[in-house]
């Protein structure tokens, strides 16, 4: 069965840096891209940072030369550094991988529990 890990999450200032890691888990064909949205309260869930297969990357304007995400194809793993936060970058981060499980499959998303990231004024 396929798991979407995640940790890193936490309580920080204004102007600091938490790493969020996700960690793909289980027997799949292939990982299509990975990546992280994020939902604050009251608000849709919206993209933060998605990377494919081959590195190409796409970022949310509001986190643009803030947030880096990486990718590890042998560990089924992305990471995303996340530098200077703000207040209003606080919200519950859900890892997402779009994911073939069998060569024959259709692509699926698949979603982590999400994690917590509060930046304090």
């Known amino acids: 069965q396929v798991q979407l890990v995640e940790s890193g999450g936490g309580l920080v200032q204004a102007g600091g840096s938490l790493r969020l890691s996700c960690v793909v888990s289980?027997?799949?064909?292939?990982?299509?891209?990975m990546g992280w949205y994020r939902q604050a309260p009251g608000k849709q869930r919206e993209l933060v940072a998605v990377?494919?297969?081959?590195?190409?990357?796409n970022y949310a304007d509001s986190v643009k030369g803030r947030f880096t995400i990486s990718r590890d194809n042998a560990k089924n793993s992305v990471l995303l550094p996340m530098n200077s936060l703000k207040p209003e970058d606080t919200a519950v981060y859900f890892c997402?991988?779009?994911?073939?499980?069998?060569?024959?499959?259709?692509?699926?998303?698949?979603w982590g529990q999400g994690t917590q990231v509060t930046v304090s004024s």
């Open positions: 997402n991988a779009r994911i073939r499980e069998r060569v024959w499959s259709a692509p699926f998303d698949y």
């Open positions: 289980g027997s799949i064909f292939s990982i299509m891209s």
């Open positions: 990377i494919t297969s081959d590195g190409t990357t």
